[in-house]
Nanobody, 115 residues
Framework: VQLVESGGGLVQPGGSLRLSCVASGLNFSRYAMSWYRQAPGKERELVASFISGVGITKYGDSVKGRFTISRDNAKNTVYLQMNSLKPEDTAVYHC?????????WGQGTQVTVSP
């Protein structure tokens, strides 16, 4: 299994970014994909997740109403649309999937929210 994220960058507060994660090596449509983030000096936290392969989602409290997770099974891709970004959203964002009891993480993409 390989997960490759893209789409991070520097954005001003209030701006938007869309992250992408392309997955390979698994039957993508069957798996619950997630986004996590980790800021310097902080623990990794859940941002958004499909809690099943059928599209039910959940979000971390700090991003509810601002971020949206979506997926395109034909492209083996999961997205994270991030709106109304705040400086506290600054972190490395990682794609995650658990398959046959093994955790898989992408290398991460840096998101920096700063004036």
């Amino acid at each position: 299994v390989q997960l490759v994220e893209s789409g991070g960058g520097l954005v001003q507060p209030g701006g938007s970014l869309r992250l992408s994660c392309v997955a390979s090596g698994l039957n993508f449509s069957r798996y619950a994909m997630s986004w996590y983030r980790q800021a310097p000096g902080k623990e990794r936290e859940l941002v958004a997740s499909f809690i099943s392969g059928v599209g039910i989602t959940k979000y971390g409290d700090s991003v509810k109403g601002r971020f949206t997770i979506s997926r395109d099974n034909a492209k083996n891709t999961v997205y994270l649309q991030m709106n109304s970004l705040k400086p506290e959203d600054t972190a490395v964002y990682h794609c995650y999937v658990r398959r046959f009891g093994t955790d898989y993480w992408g290398q991460g993409t840096q998101v920096t929210v700063s004036p």
